[in-house]
């Protein structure tokens, strides 16, 4: 099986999902500005998970690229990662409309781990199923530190949010951060080998 | 006629359909965890439509993949097929806001059948076009059987509403399950004749 | 300027438009038959826009298969097209919702007739830009002669809509079926000069 | 990097946003033509934007057309473009649904700013990038003077939208014009070195 197609049928749920999150940013009927109030926190909130699901393309497309192939078994450790972030336009909405309450923010960090440990499961399938292992080794090696880390910080987050949603909010943006640092050992995995 | 922009507006019409799903699942107005509540059946009818969608793209993907060209038959075939498809979200939507009652679990039902039926139409456009026909024959062999029996399931399904909408829900994660067991044939098929 | 990616935008907005229109099959809240039964005439809609989209794109497919190039004003043709066929879920909303009133139908008429002008302007941008002009005059003979005949039937539709709601449905489903009978010129054109 | 998968996201999701905000053209519940009278602002926002987007569209395909491959910086700043591009359907539905009221002209002009600020961004990221920069620069002669003259429109419709929104809204239109206008720089340089 060629990988064309799990690439195309990836990019259009993240492409979707990315999308009609907007959807959820429910536009006011007077055009006051005091109208837009309430809608800062539905905004804030996509802002968040737009910012995710490009990370999440992001390290697809990284991790992907490397492979010729796909297995049945990474078909299907995709479909349960796209599954988990399509719940994100819920989780996102959910959080924004009750202005980031605690439970709102423990489920969210909730789908986050979900998504981190379904990511988790796609890389030890394409893994399995490599050729080229050593090349993947060493191009994932810093992908392995992140995902740690930012398993780490996601599970903390989830009780932190009855202590402060503040704190909670904080891991899911420093989360974040971690990921957007560039990640020069992929880069320099992929250039060493020009395709 | 070439097959990628075939595959390209099925993927497309694919994706949609399994992430524009997620749109009906309201996000309730409160922050308290009962909000949830009525969100659970809509949840578990979702998480069912995303398997059936999933593997629909699965066995789509690996019957085109057999493929070198098109012809009008197979165009009208599959768009057939993404007709009965697209109102899964409709049917899922349904059977979830109603709690799984009989009446939307018997339609739930006659929309499997109907799916199933028009992948049959489509498996027979393409074994009717197929340049060649032994190698499909082998690897659409599985395909048939799990097929028939899925067919079977769906249609004892549809009456067995009435009786107990649970012995329907069964049947229809079972028919799921069958198809989410790899299909060999298809794989060897597929190694033995590397693109 | 190549063509892959106004083919894959194109596709992309053609399988949103197909799709969308399904979440104007509003879900009813009870779960007796008769719930449904003020869904059937949106269903309907749907069934006539889906088969007319479904067309256009197939058309569409085979217009640019021909073609190595785009240039600017095939780019703006076809924006053009999009913009027409991307209000035809508002029209076929509006006409389902009102059990296919006179007003609505004339709408919808109005909508088609604009769908094939917009057509008929891409095809002829097309044809000033194609390189291969006789090959393409050949492959376009049927689609101009068929272009022609829905051109007035959906001018007739529009007026007779105020007659009788039915001969303007009538109309519809037939200039439908007149697409639909597959085009031998194409195919001949097409099979004459393989990729 | 390849920069396919860059392309296919980013059609992906201009796709959904070009066709997401037809959803915000409410269908009204009565079939007299009185009855679609409310809906003309929101018909006219979504023109005007459908329009920017296709703008952006084929700006952004004849930028990365240039490019061979794409680094980190170029995705982020893909990324950054479509976030503020994502928004324009609340934006046009505000416009739309308020009836050009000031407030929402303001809003609307703040993001076509932000949409052309974030287009010049990826413009510098992938100048930054790219490996043959005489011939990109003679293809970014006039994109950076329509560039220049656009965003200097855009700062100049926000406040003019408390003297006249009709103001602002001709200043909207005519900088979606100078885009409209054929980029001869661009065919020039794109002919001369055929792919």
């Excluded at 800062?40 to 968040?48: A, D, G, K, N, V």
């Excluded at 909670?168 to 020069?184: E, Q, Y």
Aim: hydrophobic share 50%; proline share 5%.
């Amino acid at each position: 099986m060629n990988k064309t197609r799990l690439e195309a049928f990836s990019d259009g749920v993240l492409a979707i999902i990315i999308t009609i999150m907007v959807l959820e940013i429910k536009i006011p009927h007077g055009s006051d500005w005091a109208e837009l109030k309430p809608v800062i926190p539905t905004f804030l909130s996509y802002l968040l998970s737009f910012v995710y699901i490009a990370i999440y393309w992001g390290n697809h497309h990284h991790m992907l690229h490397s492979l010729k192939s796909v297995s049945s078994g990474i078909i299907w450790a995709n479909m349960n990662l796209l599954f988990w972030l399509s719940l994100t336009p819920f989780s996102t909405g959910w959080m924004g409309e009750n202005n980031f309450a605690p439970n709102t923010m423990l489920l969210y960090g909730m789908l986050l781990l979900a998504n981190g440990v379904s990511f988790i499961i796609l890389q030890k399938a394409i893994e399995k199923h490599a050729q080229d292992i050593e090349a993947l080794k060493t191009a994932f090696v810093n992908m392995n530190k992140k995902g740690l880390i930012s398993t780490i910080g996601y599970a903390c987050a989830i009780p932190l949010a009855y202590v402060s949603p503040i704190i909670s909010g904080a891991l899911f943006i420093a989360m974040a951060i971690i990921w957007l640092i560039p990640d020069k050992n992929i880069e320099i995995a992929l250039t060493e080998k020009p395709e």
